[in-house]
């Protein structure tokens, strides 16, 4: 069941020719933690704000378990949404302390008891005996748990995350992912998140969303948009990927250089394949169905080795190799493609969603 | 062993810097020692058991009873002014935020004649109901304790507005998001969130005012409500009474020594600072029409009545009587005023940047707290503080005088009190804060790196004063010395008490018009009071631009 529904909402700030969020549409089912992931100016903690209510929309509709928040020029206030959310900085209240601080947002229609609730709640997230401390004198972690706390008290719809890992340290960032992953799935949240590192979507997130100058790219699991992403944006936001121009025929792709047989594509024409690093396998000999190469660079990174090649294609060909030789710039190798792992992208930013 | 230390200590504090320090800090506390040396050296007199026995509790309760209206209606003012232009949009709310710093610029006393003579039998309010035909509310009376609370309000409001102000700008826009996200309505985050958190700045702001209230002379004297100062006035000039005057000082002064410390505790007691801040433009309240219509208002009023109508009036009046106040006696008088402002001016720059340089060069506890010292006068009213240098230089003047007659047998006169002497150095005394404030602000901004720069490459801390940090800070030179120079205009109590025999400045003389009921006469100097003073509020407005009016709004 989806808790969190955004039909074609749209937000252009002022008199910007550009949209800041275009034409939206995401759902959120009941349970899942979503991460939404773009570079710095994707719109995307816009549309965070938008689910918020701190941002108002040009046109389209958002509901929360059913109920109709955003709509043509109805707008509901944000305190009237039952919207949990972990801002960037914490803001948790300075005056009040943790206790007081997760108490503020809780009322009759959700808890009998407010001090039980702080307490379950200060369990769950593993600071009972915080209750009466001030957050300046926790550290960034246990703030941000604080916060977390706080959100998740009054047990609202869905709860909201902006960049909730970008103000910890490397170390602490890897135990705090898990940590936050795991009291938001103890407590049955259903969560949407915003970050611009890929690593905190895909190490803590049930779905990703990926955003370009608005436009919501591609909705999947890690592994959909690793295994099958719908264009050369997604495709690099998760390390290298090998991008050709390719003539398809019955089978076969005709690239500049030599062919790649095998292929289950029903495609034909023109069209832009791409393969993983680690799909491209190298030979010292040739072999069927295999292309010449030149090697250009070989960085050896000890568990493995990256070697550019030139295959006579626009660009060169990365590969990650795991062979005990050791490459030197001006071998002649032969690379072959898996057939099954090579992917065909989409031409142009693809506006709907992979499904 | 012992000795060597101390040899060693000496050898680094003992030169020019450090001992002009002292001398500087010594000569400028000088009224306050000896306020509090004659208070608990007991003097009494008989003017002074009557006066214990009848007014004095007067006095306490007056002065006690308008310290808490004035601080009520300037907070009421303050905040909501301040809130409504920090978080709604209303029309010309860029406009407000500074044009309602603006009634700063009148001196209470100004304000209290200008509407004295608004509300006047002559004046347009009563002229007004007279023609109209509504005899009865005709007569309004606002000669009293309410009056006078009220048009001090009027005036002194910006000091609560702008730290408010400054205050809930600088917030986290997130923590209020954070409170409304939480389901709190906009009240409530007010409440709840926004302003506890502001108490200590807002608490700060209204200390000012306290200080304004309890330095005030002339609106209290013309309104007719005896107060600590008035009394001050009363034991000196018509009771001829050095001790009751006295008396009448240190108790004051006692008072206003425990306000600071209690309002420094109530700082210290804040268990939390303001918080992260992040730079996003906070998301302002789009009120609906009637809301929006209230909210102006509510700003407007203020800023109606605190600055428009006064201003307006003066102008009235002064297009009225300018032919027969601007003579050449009057142009004369203002070459004077602004001479010794600027002459005090000067003086209180130069003695800020050599006690604020000796503290740089030595980075010593004990010469921080000297430097404080120093900068105690701006709280201590005008009127003690004119006792407090009187009563030493009286003594001084009686000995030269004892001198000179045994030694030429005749008389030279006061040469100290009673002049331009002793008016300069009051001046020094209570507003070198003033300029100490933004010159020990740029002097923390060049840091002390510079200075070793200078060293290193040979040059003594003379040549690194004129060469490398006077340079840096001439800017807040520049506005340190017309921030004293306006106050000095402004100043009055001070200037009644210590001024020589028909000096005037044109505080005096719009004070000395008002009172001999030539109001409308007095009505060009307090313009033109009024017009310098607005020169720091741009300043200070310049100075409070926040950094967040650039914030980005996507990501």
Redesign the interface.
Known sequence: MEVLSIKHLSKK?GKKLKY?VNNADLTVERGELLALVGE???????LLRLV????EADKGIISINGITVVKDNFSM?????????V?????????LTVAENIE??L?KDCCDDKKARVKEILEMVGLSGFENK???ILSGGQQQRVALA??LA?KPGVILLDEPFSNLDAVLKDQVREEVRNIIKKAGATALFVTHDMRDALSSADRIAILKDGKIQQVGTPRELYDKPVNLYVANFFGKINAMNAIANKGVYQLKSGEIKGVNSSENGQLLIAIRPENVEILTHKEENSLEAKVLLAQYFGDHQQVHADIGTESHIVIHAHEKILFQKGDIIYLRFNPEKIHVLDTCWYPGLAK | MQKEKLLKLFKKYANGWSIALIMLVLLIGLPIYTLLFKFFDGGSSEVWNHLLETVLSDYILNSIGLVIVVSILTLLTGISTAWIVSTCEIPFRKHFEWILILPLAIPTYIAAYTYAGIFDYAGPIQSFFRNIGWIEIAYIDIMNFWGVAVVMSLVLFPYVYVVARSSFMNQSSTLLEASRILGSSSWRTFFKIALPISRPAIIGGVSLVVMEVLNDYGAVKYYGVSTFTTGIFRAWFSLGDPNAAINLSGLLMLFILLLLSLERWQRGKTKFDEGAKIGRKLKRYQLKSWKKALAWTVCFIPLFLGFIAPVFQLIIWSVQTIQSVFNTDFFLMMLHSFGLALLAAALCVLFSVIILYAVKIHQNKTFNILAKIASLGYSIPGAVIAIGIMIPLLGLDKQLIQIWKNHFDSNIGLIFSSTLFALTFAYIVRFLTVSLNPIEAAFKKTGTGIDEAAHSLGAGSMKTLWRINIPLIRSALFSGGILVFVDILKELPLTLILRPFNFHTLATKAYELASDEMVAESATPSLIIILIGIVPIIILNRLMKSPQENGSIID
């Open positions: 700030f800041a710095s100016g994707s719109g995307k903690t816009t918020a209510g701190f941002e206030k944000p305190e009237k949404r039952k919207i949990g959310m801002f960037q900085d914490y803001a948790l209240f300075p005056h503020f947002g009322n001030y957050p300046h706080r959100a009054p």
